[in-house]
């Protein structure tokens, strides 16, 4: 019998948790070939750690090239896609990479911004170089959305709208009669849609297994009022947002709206802007909306990382077909980026004596702006830091959301006294999403990665549950081996049809197989000339 096989490639480590956020990197076999899903760094380490390990791979006895038919890339977050120059120019594949334009078009700028800061500032060694960036993109080939792309005359691809960011993709993997749909970082909505295609394995995140959002107007109000507070108080606030120091990793697909799908910066940046700009004579203003403006009051600086306008306006111009009608909307009348209230930020800034909020990247605090104000922030009472979506292990933000009130950063003990605050406006599904998904999809089996194994074993059991099928969470490393069933193409009658049609509508049918609403269609097969036909007996 034909089998799928699926395995998640990260460096095997006696202390290595069982699953885990970070590194993602997938090998899946069947039909004779082997794909890639995402090539990710773990931005936990600093290290050998950081990246997948290939030595299953290579152990093979074959090159990288030889063995792997094609690599696909998700989205641009570093997590999904770090590893990639270290793959293809410092280990050797040189075969196809496959993503859709916007994040080709991002994911280098990530990669080169992520290289200058352990490079060139903190000169670690072995890592890749920026012309093997460059070389590493030469390899890739772009798909569009809903295209069905022949790898080879066997291997088949096709991309879905993810939401989560600019570009994010799910990919349907089709070789003969066997099927896998990939998503990672998928925020399932209206425009996060795909076929009901019946895969024989769907692999799906869970980082958030165990969590059910609040609607977006309590995560907006709760979002306001703790920033009024703080500044009531004399305080500053620290609003932490993407996932790596580079600004354009806060575009989101959706655009900037803090909803579920809106990402981690834009939609808290115009939610604030929003509120300082509007009329208090406005009939569409809320009330809790005009009690924070009012006691804001604009008399406090708001400030957002510097370089987030130019670098997110060039590119929501450049792949606006990848935005909902809003933003579309928008960009014919103006500039989406151009704030009365909120200015960029400067370094010397941090310093500076009262109330103040800061939008800052990284949202782990593992580099950059939002480590070095955390420096100076941490130790009054009387600030605040705002962490608005997972952070993986290892990171300085993951220590801060665990509760450790001295932390060691730049061989310097750091003291946490201020206030921190989760409040998530993160991209990822939650498990409502990550059911509804399901229950489109439809699948034989599932596969849950990215996320933490007390909360996947939670989610693993729900879903087994309600639909009936079987789902894996394997360690790393730990292969999953999915029996497939044979496809034969057959004629059916339309008598055999009818009748089989009745039967799925009838109210038994559906009192005895609610979510499915299907039957089992039974009939006489003959073949003649090579043609297998179903018939009802009696014909």
């Known amino acids: 019998m034909a089998e799928i096989r699926a395995v998640p490639l990260a460096h095997k480590f006696p202390w290595s948790p ?10 899946v076999s069947m039909g004779g070939k082997n794909i890639m899903l995402d090539c990710g760094m773990h931005m936990g380490f600093n290290d050998e750690r950081r990246f997948p390990d290939f030595s299953y791979i290579t152990d093979s006895g074959r090159s990288l090239t030889e063995h792997l038919d094609c690599v696909i890339i998700s989205h641009f977050h570093l997590d999904h896609c770090g590893a990639l120059p270290y793959f ?14 916007p994040t080709k078009a991002i994911c280098p700028i990530l990669l080169e911004d992520y290289r200058k800061i352990t490079v060139d500032r903190k ?10 960036i460059k070389d590493c993109m030469k390899k890739v080939v772009t798909v569009n959305l809903h295209q069905a792309v022949k790898v080879d005359p066997d291997l088949e691809i096709k991309a879905y709208y993810a939401g989560h960011v600019l570009g994010a993709a799910m990919f349907q993997v089709k070789v003969h009669h066997q099927s896998i749909v990939y998503t990672i970082g998928v925020c399932y909505s209206r425009s996060a849609w795909i076929d009901k295609c019946r895969p024989d394995l769907l692999i799906t995140e869970s980082t958030y297994a165990t969590t059910i959002r609040d609607s977006k107007r309590c995560r907006e109000r709760d979002f306001l009022k703790k920033i009024s507070e703080c500044m009531e108080r004399d305080g500053k606030v620290s609003k932490q947002h993407t996932s790596h120091p580079c600004p354009v990793d806060s575009l989101t697909a959706s655009g900037p709206d803090p909803s579920v799908c809106s990402g981690k910066s834009s939609g808290a940046v115009y939610l604030t802007r929003d509120i300082l700009a509007s009329s208090p004579h406005s009939p569409h203003s809320h009330s809790y909306t005009l009690h924070t403006r009012e006691r804001m009051n604009l008399l406090h600086p708001i400030y957002f990382s510097a370089g987030l306008t130019e670098k997110a306006n060039h590119y929501y111009k450049l792949f606006i077909s990848w935005t909902n009608q809003n933003i579309k909307n928008t960009f014919v009348q103006r500039n989406m980026f151009e704030f009365k209230h909120i200015k960029p930020f400067d370094r010397s800034y941090i310093d500076n004596p009262g109330p103040m909020v800061v939008f800052a990247t990284p949202g782990m605090l593992h580099a950059g702006l939002s480590l070095q104000i955390f420096k100076k922030w941490a130790e009054d009472e009387k600030n605040m830091l705002i962490m608005p979506g997972y952070c993986v292990a290892g990171t300085v933000g993951h220590k801060i959301l665990s509760g450790h009130k001295k932390i060691e950063i730049d061989k310097k003990m750091v003291t946490v006294r201020l206030s921190v605050q989760y409040m998530s406006f993160s991209a990822h599904a939650d498990a409502k999403g990550i059911m509804q998904l399901i229950r489109q999809a439809d699948p034989a089996n599932v596969m849950l990665v990215h996320g933490e194994a007390a909360k996947m074993d939670f989610l693993r059991q729900k879903i087994m549950q309600e639909f009936g099928v079987h789902c894996y969470m394997p360690a790393n490393g730990e292969m999953v081996s999915i029996a497939t069933k044979p496809m034969i193409s057959v004629d059916v009658s339309r008598s055999l049809l009818k009748r089989t049609q009745e039967q799925i509508h009838s109210p038994l049918a559906k009192k005895l197989c609610p979510v499915r609403g299907s039957a089992t269609m039974s009939g006489l097969l003959v073949m003649r000339n090579e043609v297998r036909s179903l018939n009802t007996p009696e014909n």
């Open 88 to 101: 293809s120019e410092m280990c050797g594949y040189d075969g196809p990479i496959f993503m859709t334009h």
């Open 123 to 132: 000169g670690e060694q072995n890592f890749f170089t920026s012309q093997m």
């Open 18 to 27: 069982s699953s885990d956020v970070g590194r993602s990197c997938i090998l």
